[in-house]
């Protein structure tokens, strides 16, 4: 039982850490887009204005 036990607790782990790693990539990528579209945007904002 306590085999079993480990070994779904590493699973567990393996699945939350894999999520937060996931998570983690989707922040930084938005960043980046977001970094991006903002520069690109910037030259029309300043001619509208």
Known sequence: KTK???KVAKFI???V???CNLI???IIFM???IFNATKILAPY???LT
């Open 4 to 6: 079993t036990r480990v």
């Open 13 to 15: 782990l393996r699945g």
């Open 24 to 26: 983690i990539l989707a």
């Open 31 to 33: 960043t980046l887009f």
């Open 45 to 47: 904002n300043n001619l």
């Open 17 to 19: 850490n894999f999520s």
